[in-house]
């Protein structure tokens, strides 16, 4: 069988089964956007069982912005399962695989939980008025320069090169393929972090901003030209930085 028929034997299903869970994310978190806010703007859940359903509402939140742009990652994991010897002579391991994809969600929705509650405390979320009117545009600048820096050239690097990072830091043995997904969540956090503090500061968790940082991220990890991509990135953020600025100076 020719490299590209088994390619595209691993690619079809995943991503098909990618495009599924990732229409079933968004469905969830349009229909719980209303319950997510409520939990905020009562302030942070302390209750065992709200804190769980509110880490399961923004890990979902998050499945739907961050798995388009894994979808790369995970393939070439999957495809990976099924080597032996260099050779593809095995069925691919499905069960390593979601333990690979599993700690990449529980991090993210556990990065999210802590940041929303986090600004919560700061007064960060909701309308903000008087020094924290600043807020959002500074949000942005912030995000705007990181892009610049190169932790962030480090990160993304790492997670433009799915082959490279699976081949340098590949395992065998499903506990293996949990401590790799780690591995990958860590980079990726270290990568877009930050989108994720202008979604819920700047953008106030609405659903259109969703889905253009989700757009944005997917378009920064497949671009073949990085330092182009994220510097066109960097000069939106700056530009939509200096607009807030100017916003709340006129409403002063």
């Known amino acids: 069988m020719s490299a590209p028929d088994l390619l595209r034997r691993v690619t079809v299903p995943v991503a098909g089964l990618v495009a599924v869970l990732v229409a079933v994310a968004w469905y969830v978190t349009f229909s719980t956007s209303t319950l997510t806010m409520s939990f905020l703007m009562m302030g942070s859940p302390t209750q065992p069982l ?24 995970i393939v070439a994991f999957h495809g990976m399962t099924r080597l032996e010897g260099g050779r593809p002579v095995k069925p691919a391991d499905a069960v390593a695989t979601a333990m690979f994809v599993a700690p990449y969600f529980l991090v993210w929705g556990a990065f ?7 600004l919560v405390a700061l007064g960060l979320m909701g309308p903000m008025t008087g020094a924290l009117a600043i807020a959002p545009a500074a949000t942005l600048v912030v995000a705007g320069v990181y892009q610049l820096t190169r932790p962030k050239e480090v990160c993304l690097a790492h997670c433009q090169s799915p082959m490279a990072f699976v081949m340098r830091h590949w395992r065998s043995g499903r506990t293996a393929a949990a401590r790799m997904g780690l591995h990958h969540a860590a980079y990726c956090l270290g990568c877009c972090w930050l989108f994720m503090i202008v979604l819920f500061v700047a953008g106030s968790m609405s659903l259109l901003w969703m889905g253009l940082l989700s757009g944005v991220i997917f378009v920064e990890k497949v671009a073949t030209r990085q330092r182009v991509v994220a510097r066109a990135v960097a000069a939106l953020l700056l530009i939509l930085g200096a607009i807030a600025i100017f916003q709340v100076y006129l409403g002063l």
Do not use: D, Q
């Open 50 to 73: 709200e804190l769980a359903l509110f880490f399961g509402l923004t890990t979902t939140m998050m499945v739907a912005m961050m798995l388009p742009a894994a979808l790369p990652m």
């Open 112 to 118: 999210g939980v802590l940041a929303l509650v986090a």
